[in-house]
Structure formats: C-alpha cells, structure tokens
C-alpha cells in the first residue's frame, strides 16, 4: 500500500469551488473523461448537507510497466483502455466543507486507486484590517483549501487479478495453475510495489490537470457565472473535435 | 454540459443538469434547500440511465462499488 499526501488551496469563495466541482467536466484538461452521469443525488433533511454520487468513464492507457504484467488481451492495442470512476461528495455550505472520494471499479486486483479530497472554506476576514473603511473594497474575501489523500493498493501477484471479474466466470483449476506458474516468476511484492510506485507517478500529473481544470472552470465563472461556463464547454468541444470554434 | 454514457439520455440529462445548476447556484448556496424543483427531471434521467447501465452490465459493477462507500453523516464526521 502506498499513500500520496498533497495540499493547495484555490483563490476562490468556497461556493464558487462547490460549484466548480459539479462543472468541471468538460474543460481544457479533461480531454481523456468520456462521459459523466449523476447516479444519486439528495439533500439529507436534517443536516442540509448535499449528498452526490457520479459515474465518470475515462480514457486510459495502462502504463508499459503494468501492461507487462498482464495476461495479453486485457486492454486494446497499446493498452489503451476505458475505466469508470465512482465518485461521492459531500457538501456542508453552512459549516464551509466538501468531502469528495473517487475510486475505480475495474480491476482493483490490479491497481485500487482512491482518491478523498477535503475542501475548506478558509476566511480571510479574520485578519484584522488596518483600516476599516476599506475593508469593502478587498479584493477576495476567502479562499478555499483542499488537502488530498491518495491511496494505492495493488494485490497483483496474489491470484486476485481479475478482481471483480471473479463474479463473471468462475476459472477452472488449470487456468488457476497457469497464473500462479506466471505470477511465481515474479515476487507477488516486488510486482505490487512497481505497479503502486506508477499509479503514485501517474496521480501526481493528474491532480496538477485537476487542478488547473478547476481553475478554468472558476475563471470562467467569475467571468461569466454558470452560463460563461457553459460556453467555455461548447467552445472546448469544438476545439476537441478539430473545428473552428471562432 | 458533459455528456452522458448513454447518449440517448443526454437530452434529459441536459435539461436536469440545468436545472441542478440553477437551483444550486441561486438557492442553495443562499442556504435555501428546502424544495427540489428538479426532482421529476432527475426521475426521467434515472430512469434512461438506469436501463442503459443494466444494458452495458455496468449496473452490478455499480452497485458493489457503491456498497462500499456508502455511509453515513455521522460517520463522515468521525473522518
């Protein structure tokens, strides 16, 4: 198991981030997100907290050094891939926190990858203002912080590789033998401290895209609120498909 | 708006989304929770989402993914 700590924090108020959050998909740096759906979606009547459940379908290339420990025919040509993403929040607008988790579905055998995210609203009111007549005219009032964890858990090597695809097909006994002979070459840690050393390398890009995708998104917010989002989206998708936006 | 997995439930997904966007934006970070004027929208959406998650087998994969993380405010909190 490994563990990637990161924490940053964005120039925005945290209901702008909130909202940022929901819009975030398309922008400029999200090239590789297919599709994204709301699964569940309420308001807990006693807390007013927003609960939400999304589906996001990715594409994905599975690393050179993962590939080489999988049976061939796994992924398409080159190990390009799809992957779905569960992801869940939690929003307390009054208390000024959103909890976030995103986790693959697919092959947690091989890489189990989850992602929780803490979102704080951070007041910058409390520092007291030399001087108070101009105490309306600052700038940004609050900003908001988001302190990432990242967990890795690989079980390659362990006769879990399938992992949930157990349920499909059960593996006669010879199929069995055959993997544990494949796998027996490899020392079952060695193969499970490579794969998470490249899922931490690969984290690190991703959250640096993320963030910068949320920063687009809440340019174009401040510009334009929701509707100046939605033409930076239609003006992305454009570009994405090669056409001449402008 | 992002697309849906199934494009034949982008068009309702669209007019929910919208209408998630509005009512969040304009009442519920002002701190008025109380109606859920999208919830017949987001019936519809479930509705074509749910068939084209049972048709793509992805429903089952859903659902165990979901069991483990299901949880509860209090528990959030003991985070």
Same mark, same amino acid.
Request: proline share 4%; aromatic share 8%; charged share 30%.
């Given at each position: 198991?490994?563990?990637?700590?990161?924490?940053?924090?964005?120039?925005?108020?945290?209901?702008?981030?909130?909202?940022?959050?929901?819009?975030?998909?398309?922008?400029?740096?999200?090239?590789?997100?297919?599709?994204?759906?709301?699964?569940?979606?309420?308001?807990?009547?006693?807390?007013?907290?927003?609960?939400?459940?999304?589906?996001?379908?990715?594409?994905?290339?599975?690393?050179?050094?993962?590939?080489?420990?999988?049976?061939?025919?796994?992924?398409?040509?080159?190990?390009?891939?799809?992957?779905?993403?569960?992801?869940?929040?939690?929003?307390?607008?009054?208390?000024?926190?959103?909890?976030?988790?995103?986790?693959?579905?697919?092959?947690?055998?091989?890489?189990?990858?989850?992602?929780?995210?803490?979102?704080?609203?951070?007041?910058?009111?409390?520092?007291?203002?030399?001087?108070?007549?101009?105490?309306?005219?600052? @700038? $940004?009032?609050? !900003?908001?912080?988001?302190?990432? =964890?990242?967990?890795?858990? *690989?079980? %390659?090597?362990? #006769? /879990?590789?399938?992992?949930?695809?157990?349920?499909?097909?059960?593996?006669?006994?010879?199929?069995?033998?055959?993997?544990?002979?494949?796998?027996?070459?490899?020392?079952?840690? @060695? $193969?499970?401290? !490579?794969?998470?050393?490249?899922? =931490?390398?690969?984290?690190? *890009?991703? %959250?640096?895209? #993320? /963030?910068?995708?949320?920063?687009?998104?809440?340019?174009?917010?401040?510009?334009?609120?929701?509707?100046?989002?939605?033409?930076?989206?239609?003006?992305?998708?454009?570009?994405?498909?090669?056409?001449?936006?402008? | 708006?992002?697309?849906?997995?199934?494009?034949?439930?982008?068009?309702?997904?669209?007019?929910?989304?919208?209408?998630?966007?509005?009512?969040?934006?304009?009442?519920?970070?002002?701190?008025?929770?109380?109606?859920?004027?999208?919830?017949?929208?987001?019936?519809?959406?479930?509705?074509?989402?749910?068939?084209?998650?049972?048709?793509?087998?992805?429903?089952?994969?859903?659902?165990?993914?979901?069991?483990?993380?299901?949880?509860?405010?209090?528990?959030?909190?003991?985070?």
């Amino acid at each position: 198991m490994k563990i990637y700590e990161s924490s940053f924090s964005y120039d925005y108020t945290f209901p702008a981030v909130t909202l940022a959050y929901f819009l975030r998909y398309p922008n400029p740096y999200s090239r590789h997100v297919l599709s994204t759906d709301v699964i569940d979606r309420y308001v807990d009547p006693e807390t007013q907290r927003l609960h939400t459940v999304r589906l996001h379908l990715k594409k994905s290339k599975v690393p050179a050094g993962i590939l080489k420990f999988l049976p061939r025919g796994l992924t398409g040509p080159g190990g390009s891939s799809q992957s779905y993403i569960l992801e869940k929040s939690t929003i307390d607008l009054k208390e000024g926190w959103m909890e976030t988790e995103s986790k693959n579905m697919e092959w947690t055998g091989i890489l189990s990858v989850i992602e929780r995210q803490s979102y704080r609203r951070q007041p910058l009111s409390e520092i007291p203002s030399p001087d108070l007549s101009t105490d309306e005219t600052q @700038g $940004i009032k609050e !900003t908001t912080s988001c302190k990432t =964890v990242v967990t890795f858990v *690989s079980q %390659l090597g362990q #006769g /879990k590789i399938l992992g949930r695809k157990k349920h499909e097909h059960s593996k006669t006994p010879e199929e069995e033998t055959h993997k544990q002979g494949f796998f027996a070459a490899w020392s079952a840690a @060695g $193969i499970q401290r !490579t794969v998470e050393l490249i899922g =931490v390398k690969r984290t690190k *890009s991703a %959250l640096v895209n #993320g /963030k910068e995708g949320m920063n687009v998104v809440l340019e174009r917010l401040r510009n334009g609120g929701v509707v100046g989002v939605l033409e930076g989206m239609r003006r992305d998708r454009l570009e994405a498909m090669g056409g001449e936006g402008h | 708006m992002s697309a849906s997995l199934a494009p034949e439930c982008n068009e309702v997904k669209e007019k929910y989304d919208t209408c998630f966007l509005k009512w969040y934006s304009e009442k519920y970070i002002r701190g008025n929770s109380s109606t859920d004027e999208c919830e017949p929208l987001f019936k519809q959406y479930k509705a074509c989402l749910t068939k084209a998650l049972r048709e793509k087998g992805v429903d089952t994969m859903l659902n165990e993914a979901r069991e483990g993380t299901v949880e509860t405010d209090a528990e959030h909190l003991r985070r």
